[in-house]
């Protein structure tokens, strides 16, 4: 199977919404299952051992610049009320000369950590939230076939 180069996908085309809010200011994100494995002993198999899913765990990373508090008041409301903030994460990338578009829908996700302040003289403010998902994502459109 062949391609042409102008069908290859740009991330400059993604955009993320969490809870249903778009949010304009992330420039990036991540997010992926790890599958877990278990080692189980082998005869004859030259490594003398095999592996056996036992499991996954959701992971990601989304990448903003910093235009406002929107999150960060969110999280630290629930975090006095003793909550977690759980949100779902959806992200698209539509490149206009690829063959479609993909979406992905990630329910139940948390963030790793809060930050507070992360600044420097002469920076453009980023901040990168590292989040993890308990849930199946679902994938809402797929590109080709």
């Known amino acids: 199977m062949t391609f ?3 069908q290859a996908i740009s991330g400059t085309y993604g955009e993320a919404w969490i809870n249903g809010e778009k949010f304009a200011e992330v420039f990036g994100l ?3 299952i790890n599958i877990l494995k ?7 198999v030259p490594s003398g051992r095999g592996k056996k899913m036992m499991g996954w765990e959701g992971t990601g990373s989304v990448r903003f610049t910093k235009i ?8 630290l409301d629930m975090l ?7 949100v779902t994460i959806v992200s698209k990338v539509k ?9 992905v829908s990630i329910p139940n996700c948390t963030f790793d950590d809060i930050t507070l302040a992360d600044w420097e ?3 453009i403010l980023r901040e990168e939230k ?3 998902f308990s849930d199946m994502p679902t994938l809402i459109d797929s590109i080709g076939r």
């Open 95 to 103: 490149d206009p000369a690829a063959l479609g578009a993909e979406r």
């Open 121 to 123: 003289n002469n920076t």
């Open 4 to 6: 042409k180069p102008e």
């Open 38 to 44: 278990e080692d189980v002993p082998m005869c004859g």
């Open 68 to 75: 406002n508090s929107k999150l960060l008041k969110r999280q």
């Open 30 to 32: 991540q997010a992926k």
């Open 80 to 86: 006095k009320q003793g909550k977690e903030l759980m």
């Open 130 to 132: 590292p989040f993890t």
